[in-house]
T-cell receptor, first 114, second 111 residues
Framework: DADVTQTPRNRITKTGKRIMLECSQT?????MYWYRQDPGLGLRLIYY???????NKGEISDGYSVSRQAQAKFSLSLESAIPNQTALYFC?????????????FGPGTRLLVL | KQEVTQIPAALSVPEGENLVLNCSFT??????LQWFRQDPGKGLTSLLL?????REQTSGRLNASLDKSSGRSTLYIAASQPGDSATYLC??????????FGKGTTLSVSS
């Protein structure tokens, strides 16, 4: 079984709809992240959480919200989806390890907003 | 604000060639630098991680170097193969934040 899972893997929705993307991890990591990827733009950070009670905005948090329900679960919500939120969304996790810290990525959720 | 730049944006080479991908960053206060591989429409696979105190890391045909003072890293791929075709992403890890990514280099290796 994959260590970092994302659901759904693909989603088509309409403008104005609320949508939630979910991420779960079995690695026991304390840190979790949400990124979005657009063609030719690399990955950009939306939100990150260093533990259950810690939530931080990333570079592009407008239009998004998150919930850290447990150490293993981190959800991303689009309250009112718009077409320019069409993208590939990745969840990632890491353990606090200073210089040796690396992130492990989920398989991604492809979202299309019509 | 940390910025990460990767050059070239795309690269096409014949099988067997050795090649170098470049990554530069503007703030040298980093914990580490990582190279990832991404196949089309897929997730990211970590290739190499170079800690701030290290100069290079090797894994098989891959060698990554880090020069913090100049804000540069290179990923060297020896004897390229068609299976190496993918997008390669460079990312820096700064204390207290998440990874900051470059836009990637898309590599195509022809047989």
């Amino acid at each position: 079984d994959a260590d970092v899972t994302q659901t759904p893997r693909n989603r088509i929705t309409k403008t104005g709809k609320r949508i939630m993307l979910e991420c779960s991890q079995t690695k026991g990591h304390d840190r979790m992240y949400w990124y979005r990827q657009d063609p030719g733009l690399g990955l950009r950070l939306i939100y990150y959480s260093f533990d259950v009670k810690d939530i931080n905005k990333g570079e592009i948090s407008d239009g998004y919200s998150v919930s850290r329900q447990a150490q293993a679960k981190f959800s991303l919500s689009l309250e009112s989806a718009i077409p320019n939120q069409t993208a590939l969304y990745f969840c990632a996790t890491s353990a606090t390890q200073g210089e040796r810290e690396t992130q492990y990525f989920g398989p991604g959720t492809r979202l299309l907003v019509l | 604000k940390q910025e990460v730049t990767q050059i070239p944006a795309a690269l096409s080479v014949p099988e067997g060639e050795n090649l170098v991908l470049n990554c530069s960053f503007t703030d040298s206060a980093i914990y580490n630098l990582q190279w990832f591989r991404q196949d089309p429409g897929k997730g990211l696979t970590s290739l190499l991680l170079i800690q701030s105190s290290q100069r290079e890391q090797t894994s098989g045909r891959l060698n990554a170097s880090l020069d913090k003072s100049s804000g540069r890293s290179t990923l060297y791929i020896a004897a390229s193969q068609p299976g190496d075709s993918a997008t390669y992403l460079c990312a820096v890890n700064q204390a207290g934040t998440a990874l900051i990514f470059g836009k990637g280099t898309t590599l195509s290796v022809s047989s």
